[in-house]
C-alpha cells in the first residue's frame, strides 16, 4: 500500500520564485553593509595566506607520521599493530631484520617498507594508540595534497621526514632488555 503525501499548494508569489529572490539580496545586502560599519566580524577565511594553525584544538588529530629517536634510530619495531588495527586498511608494514654485526642486532626487526595511503586513512588515531614504541603520532597538519594517487601514498622516507624527532624512552634501544 503506497502512502500518498499531499503538498501544500503555493501562492502565485511563491510560484515566481521573487520574494525568494529579493529576501536573499536582502539578507546579503546587510551582511555587506554591516561590514562595510564594523559591526559584523569576518566570516570566510582566506586561505592559504590564513590558516588555523592557531585555532586548531589540543585534540585535533592530523596525518599519521613516523617519529625517529634523538639519535636517529627508528622507533618502529615492525610489530604490525597499527597495521591490523587500522579500520580502512590504510596502513601496509613489511618487516625486515637489523644486519648481522650491528650494535643493536639484537632488536630482531624493523620496517623494510611501511606505508601509508593518505587518500584511505580517516585519521582516527587507533595507530597512535596501539603503537608499542610510540613511533607513529597524528601532527597538527591538515594540509595533505598531491597530483596523483601515487604521491598521496607516503613511503617510510617520507613519513620519517614529515615526522621528526620525539624524545623520550624507547624501549626498542633500552640497553636493560
Not at 607516503?154 to 620519517?160: F, I, P, S
Given at each position: 500500500?503506497?502512502?500518498?503525501?499531499?503538498?501544500?499548494?503555493?501562492?502565485?508569489?511563491?510560484?515566481?520564485?521573487?520574494?525568494?529572490?529579493?529576501?536573499?539580496?536582502?539578507?546579503?545586502?546587510?551582511?555587506?553593509?554591516?561590514?562595510?560599519?564594523?559591526?559584523?566580524?569576518?566570516?570566510?577565511?582566506?586561505?592559504?595566506?590564513?590558516?588555523?594553525?592557531?585555532?586548531?584544538?589540543?585534540?585535533?588529530?592530523?596525518?599519521?607520521?613516523?617519529?625517529?629517536?634523538?639519535?636517529?634510530?627508528?622507533?618502529?619495531?615492525?610489530?604490525?599493530?597499527?597495521?591490523?588495527?587500522?579500520?580502512?586498511?590504510?596502513?601496509?608494514?613489511?618487516p625486515g631484520e637489523i644486519?648481522?654485526?650491528?650494535?643493536?642486532?639484537?632488536?630482531?626487526?624493523?620496517?623494510?617498507?611501511?606505508?601509508?595511503?593518505?587518500?584511505?586513512?580517516?585519521?582516527?588515531?587507533?595507530?597512535?594508540?596501539?603503537?608499542?614504541?610510540?613511533?607513529?603520532?597524528?601532527?597538527?597538519d591538515y594540509v595533505i595534497?598531491?597530483?596523483?594517487?601515487e604521491e598521496m601514498v607516503?613511503?617510510?622516507?617520507?613519513?620519517?621526514?614529515?615526522?621528526?624527532?620525539?624524545?623520550?624512552?624507547?624501549?626498542?634501544?633500552?640497553?636493560?632488555?
Amino acid at each position: 500500500m503506497a502512502i500518498v503525501v499531499k503538498r501544500p499548494k503555493l501562492s502565485i508569489l511563491e510560484k515566481m520564485y521573487l520574494p525568494g529572490i529579493i529576501k536573499g539580496l536582502w539578507i546579503t545586502l546587510s551582511h555587506a553593509i554591516n561590514r562595510l560599519r564594523g559591526k559584523s566580524k569576518k566570516v570566510t577565511m582566506q586561505y592559504p595566506e590564513e590558516k588555523w594553525d592557531d585555532q586548531l584544538p589540543e585534540y585535533y588529530r592530523g596525518a599519521p607520521a613516523l617519529v625517529t629517536d634523538e639519535q636517529g634510530r627508528e622507533r618502529c619495531v615492525s610489530c604490525q599493530l597499527c597495521e591490523f588495527i587500522c579500520p580502512p586498511r590504510a596502513i601496509k608494514i613489511i618487516p625486515g631484520e637489523i644486519e648481522k654485526g650491528d650494535t643493536w642486532e639484537k632488536v630482531e626487526k624493523q620496517p623494510a617498507t611501511f606505508d601509508i595511503d593518505m587518500i584511505r586513512c580517516i585519521y582516527c588515531g587507533m595507530c597512535e594508540e596501539v603503537c608499542p614504541e610510540q613511533a607513529i603520532y597524528l601532527r597538527k597538519d591538515y594540509v595533505i595534497t598531491g597530483e596523483s594517487r601515487e604521491e598521496m601514498v607516503h613511503d617510510k622516507d617520507k613519513l620519517y621526514e614529515i615526522g621528526g624527532v620525539r624524545v623520550g624512552l624507547v624501549n626498542k634501544w633500552n640497553e636493560l632488555k
